[in-house]
């Protein structure tokens, strides 16, 4: 009938152009799609990595090599070693000043040096780092050399039983390296990490300071 407009929607059709069939073939061509992208993943899932090259890595004992206090030391472990139980019960002679205590990357007293930054032995492998550069307190000064820090500790009686001892001069020291001038502010949150129980905070931050004040910056 003239002048009469004919209703898209009665053929299947839209007015932008789309048909129902157009839609529902374009919805089965995307679940193929998905559905071969998920077989893909689930494929490459189930594969997974190559079993021969992982009983390499983690099957048995390996040699290191650590550099530790500007030594190579040879030491023979279990991938999942930590650091800490390498140097104390591993390296012959042992070393000792790091002590574990929590075993739990709480309390610091076995914090050593891992290229001049302040870290938790326990919870460092071995195995990560070799390649880098270790230094314990026994690399920070000897009974007959202290260092700055060593040496304040003992002037400003600022250790009890001792465990955490070596933790908190090891944290100062790298502390002084990169501020060679703190105030006591600065000192408390370079040994946020580490635990006294015997509570001998304020001959800690007094050794501390009394060590910058020295002028001498920890090597």
Same mark, same amino acid.
């Given at each position: 009938?003239?002048?009469?407009?004919?209703?898209?929607?009665?053929?299947?059709?839209?007015?932008?152009?789309?048909?129902?069939?157009?839609?529902?073939?374009?919805?089965?061509?995307?679940?193929?799609?998905?559905?071969?992208?998920?077989? =893909?993943?689930?494929?490459? $899932?189930?594969?997974?990595? #190559? @079993?021969?090259?992982?009983?390499?890595?983690?099957? !048995?004992? %390996?040699?290191?090599?650590?550099?530790?206090?500007?030594?190579?030391?040879?030491?023979?472990?279990?991938?999942?070693?930590?650091?800490?139980?390498?140097?104390?019960?591993?390296?012959?002679?042992?070393?000792?000043?790091?002590?574990?205590?929590?075993?739990?990357?709480?309390?610091?007293?076995?914090?050593?040096?891992?290229?001049?930054?302040?870290?938790?032995?326990?919870?460092?492998?071995?195995?990560?780092?070799?390649?880098?550069?270790?230094?314990?307190?026994?690399?920070?000064?000897?009974?007959?050399?202290? =260092?700055?820090?060593?040496? $304040?500790?003992?002037?400003? #009686? @600022?250790?009890?039983?001792?465990?955490?001892?070596? !933790?908190? %001069?090891?944290?100062?020291?790298?502390?002084?390296?990169?501020?060679?001038?703190?105030?006591?502010?600065?000192?408390?949150?370079?040994?946020?990490?580490?635990?006294?129980?015997?509570?001998?905070?304020?001959?800690?931050?007094?050794?501390?300071?009394?060590?910058?004040?020295?002028?001498?910056?920890?090597?």
């Amino acid at each position: 009938m003239a002048g009469t407009c004919e209703d898209p929607s009665a053929k299947g059709q839209s007015p932008s152009g789309w048909t129902r069939r157009n839609f529902l073939k374009g919805v089965g061509v995307a679940a193929v799609s998905a559905d071969a992208v998920l077989g =893909s993943v689930t494929k490459a $899932a189930e594969a997974g990595p #190559d @079993a021969k090259a992982l009983n390499e890595i983690i099957d !048995g004992p %390996v040699k290191l090599t650590l550099n530790i206090n500007d030594k190579d030391r040879q030491v023979t472990v279990e991938p999942r070693t930590t650091l800490l139980s390498a140097m104390r019960d591993r390296l012959e002679p042992a070393l000792t000043g790091p002590k574990l205590v929590c075993n739990a990357a709480t309390c610091g007293a076995c914090t050593v040096l891992l290229n001049g930054k302040p870290v938790y032995g326990c919870s460092v492998l071995a195995i990560d780092a070799v390649g880098k550069k270790v230094t314990t307190v026994e690399g920070l000064g000897t009974p007959d050399h202290l =260092s700055p820090v060593q040496q $304040a500790f003992v002037e400003k #009686d @600022a250790m009890m039983c001792g465990y955490c001892t070596s !933790g908190f %001069v090891t944290s100062v020291t790298a502390l002084l390296r990169k501020n060679p001038n703190p105030n006591e502010h600065q000192v408390r949150e370079a040994c946020k990490g580490n635990f006294c129980r015997c509570g001998t905070y304020p001959h800690i931050f007094q050794a501390a300071l009394a060590a910058a004040k020295s002028g001498s910056t920890p090597t």
